[in-house]
């Protein structure tokens, strides 16, 4: 198994976190960005610089993984591609998204899309908050537990 990060709006905060559960377990995490990302030097965590344009990093992303990878991601259309390929997608805010939820949560992002494109105001997300930085690190504690025990 290994960890897949969309790393061009990847929050700070979860990259540290992700810095050190490379190290912790061991586990390898590549980072794949159309620009340079600043890394921790570990054997575990590595980077992937693709050319810019819309959607290369995620087609990168969904080349490299594999079932039973996590994809660190906010983009639910790539973390429904990632989970057609019996991968699991994981939310910068700590949401996982797997097969027995990406169908609706995909369904509710176009339908918003979708009022956004016709000129209904429906807000935006809230900030990253301390909060949500800790749900992301204990889904992803979580996570991993359940790969390297199964």
Known sequence: MKI??????CPKAIKEILFRAADRAEIYIV???NQI?????STFI?????????????????????AGDLIIT???????????K???ALDPRGTLYDKSNIGSILSMRNFMDSLRSSG???GGMSSFSHKECLKFANALDRFIINKCTH
């Open 4 to 9: 897949l990060v969309d790393a061009d709006a």
């Open 31 to 33: 980072f794949v960005a």
């Open 37 to 41: 990302v600043p890394l921790n030097e």
């Open 46 to 66: 590595s980077s992937i610089q693709v050319e810019q344009g819309a959607d290369v990093a995620d087609d990168k992303i969904v080349e490299e993984c594999k």
């Open 74 to 84: 906010a983009d639910i259309p790539l973390a429904a591609r990632v989970v057609a």
């Open 86 to 88: 019996n991968a699991t």
């Open 120 to 122: 209904v105001e429906t």
